[in-house]
């Protein structure tokens, strides 16, 4: 499974690694800015997009778009603050699978991954 991590505080990112490799998976690439998101989402498939709602110069509604113009199938988990949350909840009414208020929530999503790859099954 490809997955692309796309996470500008390292404290989060490195607790989505642990995430992922309590699930026997790891991202196949990783974006801490605007530019290498854009251009890992322009140049290839991903079968999972986590990401942060945003980034200077992207947010997760067109990366979310990116993600999914490459592959139709691609769960995308958005990572937000509360403050964030409106422009979270727009990107899953356009497809985004769901997402996640940090700090409170990491531990949903093992859950998110979990519900995804047995409905991929």
Do not use: W
């Not at 290839?44 to 997009?49: R, T």
């Not at 929530?105 to 093992?110: F, G, P, R």
């Amino acid at each position: 499974m490809k997955i692309l991590l796309i996470e500008d505080m390292p404290h989060v990112a490195e607790r989505i690694r642990n995430s992922l490799k309590n699930l026997g998976l790891a991202e196949s690439a990783f974006a801490d800015n605007a530019k290498k998101a854009r251009e890992f989402l322009q140049t290839s498939a991903f079968d999972m997009v986590i990401c942060e709602v945003s980034l200077k110069g992207i947010s997760c509604l067109e990366m979310s778009h990116l993600a999914r113009s490459k592959n139709k199938h691609c769960c995308v988990i958005i990572i937000t603050s509360l403050e964030n949350s409106d422009i979270a909840e727009k990107a899953v009414k356009e497809g985004a699978f769901d997402f996640i208020i940090r700090p409170a929530q990491m531990d949903k999503l093992d859950n998110l991954i979990k519900l995804y790859l047995a409905v991929k099954k």
